[in-house]
């Protein structure tokens, strides 16, 4: 068997919308057994790099320790810009937003529960049907999508085994995650999730929020997160610069 792509559209109950999704299925997969799930957010912009990445590694797994796996693709349509802003930001009663949003449209937001009983409840019953023996799985965002990712594991860190969060907008709403985090970091069961954070060198105030997130886990975190500041790459270029090692890392456990 060769490696191959499955797609279909999924419309969701709970979201009101329909996405596309792609399912990387590496070579040799009747031969592996419990093969981790990746989850990429804003499949449309990182799906191809996040799956050749892996596809690549995992060809000499003895040196890289990076083996076969399965990665999804959550999509969005044409109406991307809109509808992510929506799906990754968590509702609150109250919304502030930062100065630099003045005189600006601000989009719908607010949908990340019901994003999150689309993939719990839709998506993932459809990926495990089909790899019933799957190993741990991997939720990978960048910006809105890195917010999305600590602030689901920040909810819940039993939704996904391990979390990927590349430059994640830690400001939204006065920086809600970090007040979160408190209460997350202080529960008597804690349990901590591999957790990978990256920043561009050159994202800004992007570098101190990730780093200030990173410091206030990792005492209970331990070993189970790294932080890296890609030098020198910005918002978009961090991505490629970053994912490798992302992925090293969470195949470490």
Known sequence: MVSKIETFNLNSVYT?????IRIFIPEYIEKADQLPIYY??????????????????????????????????I???????????????????????PERFQNRDVRKNGGAKKFTEFLMKELKPIVHQKFPSHGAEIIFGHSLGGYYALWLLLMNAAYFDRYIAFSP???????????????FIKAKDFSPSPLFIAVGGKEGFMVEDSDKMYQLLQPSFQNNIAFYKAEDENHASVVPTAMSRAIRFISSF
């Open 169 to 183: 907008s830690i400001w939204w709403n006065q920086y809600e995650l970090e007040k979160l985090a408190l209460p």
């Open 16 to 20: 009101d919308y329909t996405y596309t």
């Open 75 to 97: 999509e969005h349509g044409e109406d991307r810009r809109d509808r992510r802003f929506y799906d990754f930001t968590a509702p609150a009663k109250t919304y502030v937003y």
């Open 40 to 73: 990429i957010l804003d499949g449309s912009s990182y799906f191809p790099f996040a799956s050749q990445i892996i596809n690549l590694q995992s060809s000499n797994a003895p040196k890289t320790k990076v083996s076969p796996a399965i990665v999804v693709s």
